[in-house]
């Protein structure tokens, strides 16, 4: 009897290893992923204009309960792992959460300075809900309850440090097997990448791994710290789960 998969939704804001992370779950071999599932729906719902946004709502499923339902749903291919790349920015306070109880929730992490650094060169003038901390303390604080425990939370420099030590951690905490290939993937575009990969996905088309460990943080305009410095308690208060 094949055994249900499980769906892994992984939780963090833009700018946080997110991609390299999905794809190096991609490339176990026996994972399905899917990327940003509620972006359209995020978009259609506030009005909000990003870069390629009419591309990224045409492409996508703009009604969030079906978008919900897929994430329950069947797994493409039938794989027994199903990898959920989620933005905590997409999930605004009108869609439904309920269906996270479904998922295994995990929550990855980065340094507000260097999250505001890199957001910055994409998309001007970002605001503290653009960069997602609040929310993603909101959605761990709502995990935990329905958990009566802390739930995963990764740390990107932690898999920047060490890829290998950090994905096995990852994947113990997550009752599956480390698989090896997690650590390399072709470069270039993907098939499972958003509509949105030209403009987002650069530098890590360019990757076939994780990159080295980065260097001191760094330095920021007076609004940019501002903005860095507002985010800082919410990552500091869930680096204090990471594994």
């Known amino acids: 009897m094949t055994?249900?998969?499980?769906r892994i939704a992984m939780w963090s804001g833009p700018r946080n290893?997110?991609?390299?992370?999905?794809?190096?779950?991609?490339?176990r071999g026996d994972c399905a992923v899917w990327d940003e599932p509620f972006y359209a729906a995020y978009?259609?719902?506030?009005?909000?204009?990003?870069?390629?946004?009419?591309a990224v709502i045409a492409a996508g499923l703009t009604d969030p309960n079906k978008v919900a339902e897929a994430c329950l749903g069947s797994v493409p291919a039938q794989k027994t792992l199903f990898y959920q790349k989620h933005m905590t920015l997409h999930m605004i306070p009108s869609f439904d959460r309920g269906f996270m109880r479904g998922l295994t929730n995990v929550f990855l992490i980065r340094h507000?300075?260097?999250?505001?650094?890199?957001?910055?060169?994409?998309?001007?003038?970002?605001?503290?809900m653009d960069i997602g901390f609040v929310q993603q303390a909101e959605l761990f604080d709502q995990v935990a309850d329905w958990?009566?425990?802390?739930?995963?939370?990764?740390?990107?420099?932690?898999?920047?440090?060490?890829?290998?030590q950090s994905l096995t951690r990852l994947c113990v905490a997550l009752g599956i097997a480390f698989v090896p290939?997690?650590?390399?993937?072709p470069a270039g575009p993907k098939p499972y990448d958003g509509v949105w990969a030209p403009h987002w996905y650069n530098a890590v088309h360019a990757s076939t791994g994780f990159?080295?460990?980065?260097?001191?943080?760094?330095?920021?305009?007076?609004?940019?710290?501002?903005l860095s410095d507002q985010a800082m308690p919410?990552?500091?208060r869930l680096a204090g789960y990471r594994l």
């Open 147 to 164: 958990l009566g425990t802390a739930p995963v939370v990764v740390d990107s420099a932690d898999i920047r440090a060490e890829p290998q």
């Open 43 to 54: 978009l259609s719902a506030t009005g909000i204009v990003h870069p390629m946004n009419d």
């Open 17 to 27: 290893l997110s991609t390299a992370m999905m794809y190096a779950f991609a490339a």
């Open 211 to 226: 990159d080295e460990p980065e260097g001191p943080l760094p330095k920021l305009s007076p609004e940019f710290a501002d």
């Open 112 to 128: 507000p300075a260097r999250v505001v650094a890199s957001y910055a060169k994409k998309r001007e003038a970002p605001t503290l």
């Open 181 to 185: 290939d997690m650590l390399r993937w």
């Open 3 to 6: 055994p249900d998969p499980k």
């Open 234 to 236: 919410y990552y500091e």
